[in-house]
Nanobody, 116 residues
Framework: QLQLVESGGGLVQPGGSLRLSCAAS????????MGWYRQAPGKRRELVAT???????NYEDSVKGRFTISRDNAKKTVTLQMNSLKLEDTAVYYC??????????WGQGTQVTVSS
């Protein structure tokens, strides 16, 4: 399993940008599928974006064209660049690592608030 620590959340106005980072510790980082999930108050946790060790990405429809996920396998980091933020992007964002044996590792979460 990985140990994951997120950073970079905060308060931003609609249309603004934030960059979330996730630092991982543990072995075999490059074989994990890394992802970002989010959970808004009263809602279920949902997938935002994933990236394979080779860099193949997948995005939830509502963030396509606005969010970009990337990773640095040498530094064991995953980044979510969020642009054109909307009110509905407000949530706690969680970093996730999924091993080939489908064991999940989770970070503690970081709050993103989009408000005018």
């Amino acid at each position: 399993q990985l140990q994951l620590v997120e950073s970079g959340g905060g308060l931003v106005q609609p249309g603004g940008s934030l960059r979330l980072s996730c630092a991982a510790s543990g072995n075999f980082f490059s074989i994990y599928v890394m992802g970002w999930y989010r959970q808004a108050p009263g809602k279920r946790r949902e997938l935002v974006a994933t990236i394979t060790g080779g860099g193949r990405t997948n995005y939830e429809d509502s963030v396509k064209g606005r969010f970009t996920i990337s990773r640095d396998n040498a530094k064991k980091t995953v980044t979510l660049q969020m642009n054109s933020l909307k009110l509905e992007d407000t949530a706690v964002y969680y970093c996730n690592g999924k091993s080939p044996s489908i064991i999940d590792s989770w970070g503690q979460g970081t709050q993103v608030t989009v408000s005018s």
